[in-house]
């Protein structure tokens, strides 16, 4: 095999892009190569890492509440959820409704068709009564498919803090697509992790065992092995900031002295200044006011904030 056989195109693409750039970053999705998804299942275990378990504790508290706001006026709805991952949040709700006999079905949609075969095996085991169809395609098209052959309302899930991984003007264009493809009367539950003491959101993203610092340092140690590169990781450091004012909480890797990079499987040089950053990921953090006018941005209303008993996060119910 040839190095060039080897070599994923969308990843040589992004990270030549990320590099080669006046300020330096890599997306955050390649974060999740087979190591990137054990580190982060890893730091969903970390003391420090709160939002785990808030999700968790607004769907076991407000399910009776988050069916009523849905089915209020409605005889019944179609639940499309974006990113279910495992479904384990999900499932809480799903049980729920399925419990109180509400007519609805269950759209999870992602683009990798594993997913949701491991996704559905595990419903119909766990919940043999829902009407559970998967929608193999990108988000926009899924919605695009639904929007031809419903008659019912749409409700459209998007968990965990998912959408703050997405800089801010990206988040409002990414809401603002999902709103297109709404009709009056439809809804979107969005996550939303809310601003709270800084201290507290830069240690979930620096934990003490130092496996958010591995999760990140992953991402070179991927390039060296995909991309044949010969980044020294000791050279590196992994930083976190978090910026009360935004709201914004970044990572970079920063590059601890003058040094050159080369990444053999794309040919490609990277000289790094002494102390230069590489930005990998933005986790925004929200308060009512950036939720509320993101909402108004694309045409929605917001009905309600269902919160934690800390209230660390929100799940948040809009409606166009
Ligand atoms: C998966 C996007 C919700 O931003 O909190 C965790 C990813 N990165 N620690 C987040 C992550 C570092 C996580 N999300």
Redesign the pocket.
């Known amino acids: 095999m040839t190095t060039t056989d080897k070599i994923n195109f969308s990843v040589a693409d992004a990270v030549k892009e990320g590099l080669t750039q006046k300020e330096k970053s890599l997306p955050s999705w390649l974060f999740y190569d087979a190591e990137g998804d054990r580190l982060?299942q890893e730091?969903m275990n970390m003391p420090e890492?709160y939002?785990t378990n808030c999700e968790f504790d607004i769907f076991q508290k407000y399910k009776d509440e988050i069916l009523s706001i849905i089915s209020a006026d409605a005889d019944g709805f179609n639940l499309i959820e974006f990113g279910a991952g495992d479904g384990l949040k999900t499932e809480i709700l799903l049980k729920h409704f399925v419990i109180k006999k509400a007519n609805f079905n269950y759209k999870p949609v992602d683009i990798s068709e594993n997913v949701l075969n491991l996704l559905q095996e595990r419903m119909q085991k766990s919940i043999p009564e829902l009407d559970i169809k998967p929608i193999n395609k990108e988000y926009f098209s899924a919605l695009d498919a639904l929007n031809a052959e419903r008659k019912n309302p749409m409700v459209v899930l998007f968990m965990?803090?998912?959408i703050?991984?997405f800089a801010l003007p990206d988040a409002q264009t990414f809401i603002n697509h999902i709103a297109e493809k709404l009709r009056v009367g439809d809804q979107i539950i969005m996550g939303f992790?809310m601003k709270k003491d800084p201290d507290m959101i830069r240690s979930a993203?620096n934990d003490q065992q130092g496996i958010?610092r591995q999760?990140n340092m992953n991402l070179l140690k991927r390039l060296n092995s995909e991309l044949e590169a010969n980044f020294d990781l000791a050279e590196f450091k992994h930083y976190p900031s978090y910026d009360p004012q935004s709201g914004t909480t970044k990572?970079f890797l920063i590059s601890q002295k003058e040094q050159t990079v080369y990444l053999k499987g794309i040919d490609t040089t990277i000289h790094f200044r002494a102390w230069e950053h590489i930005h990998v990921?933005v986790?925004q953090k929200f308060d009512e006011d950036m939720i509320e006018d993101i909402a108004k941005e694309a045409g929605l209303n917001v009905e309600k904030y269902f919160y934690d008993d800390k209230k660390y996060f929100a799940d948040v119910v809009m409606r166009k």
């Open positions: 982060f730091i890492y939002l965990g803090g998912n703050g991984n992790d993203y958010t999760f990572s990921e986790s």
